[in-house]
């Protein structure tokens, strides 16, 4: 059972957070995007994100052999090195501990990606990550049924 209604009790704070959402959704390639979000999800044990996720890339034609395979990236050939380095920094900016985003880390996306799209995809990981301590703090729920 949800412990609260964020969007009811905060809908200012809530709308904020929207907007990063679409700012994101507007900014970083559909696929990463999917990628991104069901891999930080994942480490932050979000059920509710895990499975919205995974739904949505599931209907926009993604594979669900590459969605599984996004628990084990790393040792996964499916994915390109923009994927990979999208999917590395994910890891460091959502595990993101005392010495933050290692220089390989950041280096290695920053080879792929241009500035503005590394910005984009940090503002993307970055939100997935409120929404993600939104839903798992209010225990908010995937639906029972597909």
């Known amino acids: 059972m949800s412990r609260i209604d964020m969007a009811a009790v905060a809908p200012q704070a809530y709308q904020a957070v929207l907007g990063l959402e679409k700012y994101a959704r507007a900014n970083v390639d559909p696929t990463v995007l999917e990628l991104v979000k069901l891999r930080a999800s994942m480490l932050n044990g979000c059920a ?22 996004v628990a084990a990236w790393r040792e996964a050939p499916f994915f390109d090195e923009r994927e990979r380095t999208a999917l590395a920094l994910t890891d460091a900016v959502t595990r993101l501990g005392e010495h933050g985003v290692p220089d390989e880390v950041w280096d290695a996306a920053a080879k792929v ?27 908010t729920q995937p639906p029972t049924e597909a």
């Open 113 to 139: 990606w241009s500035e503005k799209e590394l910005a984009d995809l940090v503002i993307a990981i970055a939100t997935i990550n409120v929404w993600n301590r939104i839903a798992v703090t209010s225990r």
């Open 48 to 69: 509710f994100c895990v499975d919205m996720h995974s739904a949505e890339a599931l209907a926009a034609g993604e594979s669900s052999r590459r969605l599984f395979a």
